[in-house]
């Protein structure tokens, strides 16, 4: 009877498993890096949606610093389709690649030295589903969609910390890069409606954290050929003729209006050849992935990625994944892109979420780089001051070893207040530029608002 009993437990405990609700596990030693790794890093699934259908992978890397007390980022990555390996890896996070020996067939990694992990504890997520390791378990589950991902990333975010109850008392905030800009604050909204609702546990939220962010698809787009004229890469005259003709709008111009089309086609030919994501960048193909291309090292992470090695450390789930992808290309967005069969870009603009985060305590900082052309700081300036707040501290330098790192400008209204902050020569990944002042901005504005004492 009773070895029957047991027979049976073992059986139900063996369900549980296989029907992989949720995972984690703490990684000691990943492939490539020498040693133990010298900071708390967890791995794992959290199921979200009907029956846990979307399996959601993620990093968790403790801040080295004070894990109790430090905040609690939750950072989606942008495109939207790209891992959140990249962030971990190339932008903020605790490791990144020795170029030097990666080049000569041996992938090594590094410590960063600036990785946001020296002052917050960081969540970074493969969403939405079929990014990077998170995966569905029905078709249905498969498709997605920006509203969707508000949803999933919510409901991921409020199952790991009922998993991880430790991290319920940290200051929360969301943040992400590009395209979850449209996302982001969308989440941020959700907690502190649900939280107004009584929901429990509350979460600690305090606010968002945005790196070069799409907010509006129309301001954004339409702002790069402002942004073309400041950075002097198309003259005078052949801005002050386009505005002209196109009415200031050069996304939806009227096929007719030949004025517009032609005056468009002169500021194409000037910046075709131009890097967005940093103007001073080269242009890298395929055939051109030389070390001067930063993100050749996508070959890297390609060929980390998809070592099995590399899967077992860090307990992605064997034989679900054919190929590790940077970017899932099916549900990458560019501009008048179409919803695919996987993906619906069903919300056009977050403006109308930020004007909903002015009533709750919220803190948001927007961080732009000034030499990025694909969410140029001109079209941040301009939603943001759409929001007419009034301006708690003027535009100004702000310093890092003493030179000005950029520049900054606060506004404030109640219980919310909002800093724009630009990183001078940064671009679009910010943090890939300009590692020092990325960390700098980031840790100055969290401890000026985390800390009252002000440390
Ligand atoms: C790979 O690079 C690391 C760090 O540069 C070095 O310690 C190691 O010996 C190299 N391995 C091979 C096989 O060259
Ligand atoms: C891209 O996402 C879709 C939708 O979830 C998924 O079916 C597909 O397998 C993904 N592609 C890759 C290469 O991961
Ligand atoms: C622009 O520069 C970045 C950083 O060097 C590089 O990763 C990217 O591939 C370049 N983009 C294009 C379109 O060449
Ligand atoms: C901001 O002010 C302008 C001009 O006064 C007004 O047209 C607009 O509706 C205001 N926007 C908001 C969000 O209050």
């Known amino acids: 009877m009773e070895s029957k009993y047991i027979t049976l437990s073992f059986f139900i405990i063996f369900l549980h498993f296989i029907t992989f609700s949720n995972s984690k596990s703490i990684v ?58 990249y962030p971990f890896l190339y932008q903020i996070g605790p490791l990144s690649f020795n170029f030097e020996s990666s080049w000569k067939n041996n992938i090594t990694l590094e410590l ?56 319920l008392s940290n200051p929360l905030y969301i943040s992400g890069i590009s395209y979850m800009g449209i996302i982001v604050p969308n989440v941020a909204l959700e907690i502190y409606n649900d939280n107004e609702r009584g929901s429990q546990p509350q979460l600690n939220i305090k606010g968002c954290l945005l790196v070069s962010p799409l907010t509006d698809k129309f301001i954004d787009f339409n702002s790069r050929i402002e942004a073309a004229h400041r950075l002097a890469l198309i003259s005078d005259d052949i801005y002050q003729a386009t505005k002209e003709t196109c009415h200031g709008n050069y996304i939806d111009n009227d096929p007719e209006n030949t004025l517009c089309s032609s005056n468009l086609e002169h500021v194409d030919e000037c910046t075709n050849g131009i890097n967005f994501s940093n103007i001073l960048d080269p242009l890298c193909d395929e055939t051109n992935m030389k070390p001067t291309c930063r993100e050749a090292a996508n070959i890297f992470i390609d060929a ?73 700081c001109v079209g941040q300036e301009k939603w943001i001051s759409s929001l007419n707040l009034s301006i708690e501290s003027p535009w100004e330098p702000w310093f890092v070893s003493k030179q000005v790192a950029g520049y900054q400008m606060t506004y404030a209204q109640s219980q919310y207040s909002l800093k724009f902050a630009t990183i001078k ?31």
Not at 142 to 162: A, E, G, N, P, Q
Not at 366 to 376: A, R, S, V, W, Y
Not at 447 to 454: M, R
């Open 28 to 85: 000691k030693d990943l492939p490539g890096f020498d040693g133990h790794l010298p900071f708390t890093l967890e791995t794992g699934y959290v199921g979200v949606g009907e029956d846990d259908a979307v399996q959601v992978f993620y990093y968790f890397v403790e801040s080295e610093r004070n894990p109790t007390e430090d905040p609690l980022l939750l950072y989606l990555t942008g495109g939207p389709g790209t891992s959140g390996l």
């Open 304 to 376: 980390w990625a998809n070592n099995k090695d590399v899967q077992e450390a860090l307990n992605v789930r064997e034989g679900i994944i054919e190929k590790w992808e940077f970017t899932n290309t099916s549900i990458r967005y560019n501009l008048d892109k179409e919803d695919t069969i996987y993906y619906s870009y069903d919300v056009f603009s977050s403006i109308a979420d930020h004007q909903q985060l002015l009533t709750k305590s919220c803190q948001v900082l927007i961080i732009c780089g000034d030499h990025d052309m694909t969410f140029p």
């Open 425 to 455: 020569g940064a671009g679009h990944s910010v943090a890939l530029y300009k590692p020092k002042e990325a960390f700098a901005m980031m840790d100055r504005w969290l401890a000026s608002h985390t800390y009252s004492s002000g440390s």
């Open 112 to 167: 960063n030295p600036n990785s946001w992990s020296k002052a917050v504890n960081v969540i970074f997520v493969d969403l939405p589903v079929g990014v990077g390791f998170s995966y569905a378990k029905t078709w249905e589950a498969s498709r997605s969609s920006d509203s969707i991902v508000t949803l999933h990333s919510y409901k991921f975010l409020r199952k790991w910390l009922i998993e991880n109850p430790r991290f």
